[in-house]
């Protein structure tokens, strides 16, 4: 039968956030207000001088296809800014492609290297997006568990305990969603090692090093030694600079490494738009205040939700170190963190997603975003810590 779907999505899902989704939208449209947490995205706007250097680019006339790679003065940015505030030095012209966000960098990367069989090592929980695009490809992922008495950390030994001969490649992401997890120096010095050891390429996600808190700092690991050649890191502009809707990012690495993936986005998407690249350098190289005001304020949130989320008898959340989630333990109410998170939205009113949509070891836990007025977490704190009471009885 000619209308049957490709083996290689049978076995995946919707992302089972979209339940939480349907529902919350359904419960506004009767006019209840719902709060939402559920949402990976700042609340912010877009910086102006951002919006203004892209309806510049408008007024210009860059309305048309791009260089592959993206525009040239894109590509020079970013290799300022990973030299810069990452210790990391790629050519500009043969060393970066911008691509529609970090999502189509990953999955640009996995189609370049990635062979059926092959076996990619994830963190769980992760963004399931890393999973699911390994399956696409044909891959096999190797879930790595991450514990809370850990603070999520990747443990190295872990990691190791799962190499084998087809292991091809090994996914970092730091901060982490959805636990806000930041890897320290020594634990990307020990990753390192295993992936020299093991000849394992590497997929670093930066996304979200620039949403980082206290001490916590953000190393990539492309600048350790003998890294560089064999990682490629992931960015964007999505959550430091509030451009989710702009649809950019890109990957950089050793020439070597990323003209095969550039082979893929060329022939994927041609360019990433051309306008929007525009405001990108103004992101870059204009000014880092709006991030910083930004992160400030997610700050504030952070010690808010945690201090309180930990007053709630039978709820204990970690403090996350980056990136704008918080991913507590319900362990002790006796739901699924599906049924927990459902019944939150109905009783409570907020929207936020079950551990479970990011792997296994994610049950038990809801991860909950502070992309939200400082007010209205606080206002749902308060509804949160009533209907857990009704459940406890
Ligand atoms: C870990 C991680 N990487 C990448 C992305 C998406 O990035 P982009 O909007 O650039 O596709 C997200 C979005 O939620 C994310 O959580």
Known sequence: MSLTIAERIKDIPFSSIRKIFEEAGWMEKKGVKVTHMEIGRPDFDTPEHIKEAANLALQQGHVHYTSNSGIQELRAA?????????????????????TIGCKEAIVDILLAYVNPGDEVLIPDPSWLEYQHNVKLVGGIPVLVPLHEDKDFLLDPEEVASRITSKTKMLILCSPHNPTG??????????????????????????????????????????????????????????????????????????????????????????SATSFAQYGAVAAYNGSQEPVEDMVKEFDRRRRLLVEALNQI??????????????????KGFGRSSKDLATYLLREARIACVPGSAFGEVGEGHIRMAFSTDYNDIEAAIGRLNESLMQIKG
């Not at 990973?82 to 970066?96: A, M, T």
């Not at 206290?214 to 451009?243: C, Q």
């Open 78 to 98: 970013i290799a300022g800014k990973l030299q810069r505030e990452n210790n990391i030095e790629v050519d500009p012209d043969e060393g970066v492609v911008v």
């Open 313 to 330: 008898p039978g709820v204990h959340c970690v403090l996350p170190k980056g990136a704008f989630y918080v991913f507590p333990s319900f």
């Open 181 to 270: 997890a930041v890897l320290p120096e020594s634990y990307l010095k020990e990753l390192a090692a295993l992936a020299i050891k093991h000849d394992l390429l590497v997929l670093s996600d930066e996304i979200y090093e620039k949403i980082i808190y206290d001490e916590a700092k953000h190393i990539s690991i492309a600048s350790l030694p003998g890294m560089f050649e064999r990682t490629v890191t992931v960015n964007g502009f999505s959550k430091a600079y509030a451009m989710d809707g702009w649809r950019l990012g890109y990957v950089a690495g050793p020439p070597s490494l990323i003209q095969p993936i550039l082979k893929v986005h060329q022939y994927n998407t041609t």
